[in-house]
């Protein structure tokens, strides 16, 4: 069965610091996403990205955050500074273009990030 | 905005007993789908089941079921015969019918004993 996947699965960071999280979304979807889990709190959404642009963000997207689609195949997400607040579980999630029952996001397993 | 609300930060049920959890929302859209996931100590995510705003018919998958009370705008979820592999945190989620983003409660953690 087709996953998403996710790497790494823990990266530990200085503050200050650029992180890279890699996705690799289900190959023929087409809508991707990130979420973010601060530890013991709801799961929240970051930002969606269709035909290589962002549809939507949310307001925890600042400046400090980007995404890419950078050869077809990764989704990344990149925190060109990070804080300590940063420190989460960041999940990546896909869907395929189709009508709606096929409107289900399939998650990955989450990249655990630290902000030391 | 829409909101979800979960009340019961925790649960639990005897092994092959039935639990409920909870569920609200607010939204001023009149179409919609709800959604249960799970998210096992793995922490991986998982969409337990979906329900649609238009369908009045609530939406079953083997021993997960759910209550969907539109006017009310509740949202609950039974699970029948519960194992030990249900246990889990539990969000419920809602998504606008041509939205994108999923927005989450906070989550009730379920425990199972045996």
């Known amino acids: 069965e087709p996953e998403v996947t996710q790497t790494p699965s823990h990266q530990v960071t200085q503050m200050g610091q650029e992180v890279i999280l890699r996705c690799v979304p289900i190959s023929n979807h087409l809508y991707f996403y990130w979420y973010r889990q601060i530890l013991g709190q709801k799961v929240e959404f970051l930002v969606s990205f269709y035909n290589n642009e962002i549809s939507e963000k949310s307001e925890i997207f600042d400046d400090q955050f980007s995404v890419e689609r950078p050869d077809g195949s990764n989704f990344t997400l990149k925190i060109r500074s990070t804080k300590l607040e940063d420190s989460a579980m960041y999940f990546c999630a896909s869907r395929d273009k189709g009508l709606a029952e096929n409107n289900e996001q399939f998650f990955g397993p989450g990249t655990r990030l630290t902000v030391l | 905005a829409q909101t979800v609300t979960q009340s019961q930060p925790e649960m639990s049920v005897q092994e092959a007993e039935t639990v409920t959890l909870s569920c609200t929302y607010d939204t001023s859209e009149s179409d919609y789908y709800l959604f249960w996931y799970k998210q096992p100590p793995s922490r991986q995510m998982i969409l337990v089941i979906r329900q649609e705003a238009y369908k009045q018919q609530n939406a079953t998958e083997n021993r997960f079921s759910v209550n969907f009370q539109k006017a009310a705008k509740s949202f609950s979820l039974k699970i029948s015969d519960s194992q030990l592999g249900d246990a889990a945190m539990y969000f419920c989620?809602?998504?606008?019918?041509?939205?994108?983003?999923?927005?989450f409660g906070a989550g009730t953690i379920l425990r199972v004993k045996s």
């Open positions: 989620a809602y998504r606008n019918l041509y939205g994108n983003k999923l927005v």
